[in-house]
């Protein structure tokens, strides 16, 4: 069996102390590394966390990203620091995704998506999950995998950065469509129908993207959508569950425990969709619904309703 713990402890800076940074810290904490963590309204400055770090973690919103980057910028960060992106969403403005933001601001510093189905929740409870870990440099790839795997955390290496970073954003709108299923009652076949079309339609703007189909077919891809797509654990899939038990989106994202980030993942693909005339009809109908264009039985109806065509149109 391969010795997991071989690497030397390493200084980790984990920014964000939401669930799943508080998550990865728990992993690299327990595999025997110094873990320092990062929070807005924590007790430590950005600068006493990443002095000496070998590894600094970003498992921040969307939202916070660009602002934590910027601030990192003008501190004196290790040269051979190496950043890791959990987060899974997309820069409005730009269309950036999270490890472009990290490579734009450090272009010097190698940089790591970590993705996968990986449930903040139920690792913390201790139970077996896979992810992996993808990046341009192998080295830093392989040296992330030896710090976080474990007899619990099973981690891959990917070559694909932007496939494995696409896979767990693009889910996560799929996942508030599977969320409306269920809570509709809509039955399991038409839960696989779903799903499945929805993972056709995460491949067609991954390779708009440039992004490489194979990879869609893997933990970071279907791994993720199937996690999210059937767990209450997942926040975007409550989203749609509550949406289809009547609730508004404003009533829901008012309680919902931590980040949806599908939410506004699904107003920047519409836009994309619509300038470069991509078709994406899930994610159109999840956009309609959560803006008050559609309820959920109309959106059902306008999916079924479509244009019948060939199965496969990449
Ligand atoms: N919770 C989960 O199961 C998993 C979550 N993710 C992804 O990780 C990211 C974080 O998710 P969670 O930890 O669940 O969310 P969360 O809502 O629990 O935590 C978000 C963290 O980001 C910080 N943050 C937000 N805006 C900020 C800003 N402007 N400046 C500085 N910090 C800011 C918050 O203070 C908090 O520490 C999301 O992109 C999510 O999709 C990925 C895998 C699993
Ligand atoms: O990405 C996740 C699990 O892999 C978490 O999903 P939610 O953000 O929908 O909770």
């Known amino acids: 069996m391969t010795n997991l713990k071989s690497t030397n402890p390493k200084s980790i800076a984990v920014l964000g102390a939401g669930a799943w940074g508080s998550g990865l810290a728990s992993i690299a904490e327990a595999n025997g590394h ?6 807005r309204n924590g007790s430590y400055t950005l600068a006493e966390v990443v002095e000496n770090a070998d590894m600094i973690v970003s498992a921040i919103s969307t939202k916070g990203v660009r602002e934590v980057a910027t601030q990192l910028q003008g501190l004196a960060i290790p040269p051979k620091a190496v950043f890791v992106t959990a987060t899974k969403g997309l820069e409005p403005e730009t269309i950036s995704t999270p490890s472009q933001i990290w490579q734009e601001t450090f272009p010097s510093h190698a940089v790591v998506v970590l993705s996968g189905p990986n449930l903040s ?12 870990v993808a990046s341009r ?16 955390f099973r981690v891959y ?29 809509l039955g399991t076949n038409a839960k696989a129908a779903l799903v499945t079309r929805g993972l056709t339609e995460m491949v067609r703007i991954g390779n708009f993207w440039g992004a490489k189909t194979e990879t869609f077919y893997g933990l970071s891809g279907l791994g993720d ?23 508004t989106l ?7 425990e931590g980040t949806a980030e599908g939410v506004n993942t699904c107003q920047v693909l ?23 264009e559609v309820t959920p039985r109309q959106a059902l109806d306008e999916l079924m309703l ?3 065509k060939p199965e496969y149109s990449y």
Not at 34 to 39: F, H, Q
Not at 137 to 149: C, G, H, I, N, T
Not at 271 to 283: E, F, G, L, M, Y
Request: aromatic share 4%; glycine share 8%; hydrophobic share 40%.
């Open 270 to 292: 519409m836009q994309q969709a619509k300038q470069r005339n991509i078709s994406i009809p899930i994610t159109e109908q999840v956009y309609r619904l959560l803006q008050g």
């Open 250 to 256: 404003t009533e829901i994202l008012a309680h919902l």
């Open 157 to 185: 290496t990917n070559s694909d950065p932007l496939g494995v970073e696409l896979g767990g954003t693009l889910k996560n709108v799929i996942a508030i469509a599977s969320g409306v299923c269920d809570g509709l009652q």
């Open 34 to 39: 110094r873990v320092s963590i990062w929070s």
């Open 225 to 247: 959508l199937l996690a999210t797509c059937n767990s209450p654990l997942s926040r975007n899939y409550q989203v749609g569950y509550q949406m289809a038990c009547g609730k």
């Open 306 to 308: 479509r244009e019948i």
């Open 137 to 152: 440099s192998k080295d830093a790839a392989e040296l992330v995998q030896l710090v976080f795997s474990s007899s619990r």
């Open 121 to 132: 929740k139920e690792i913390q409870l201790g139970l077996p999950a896979a992810t992996v």
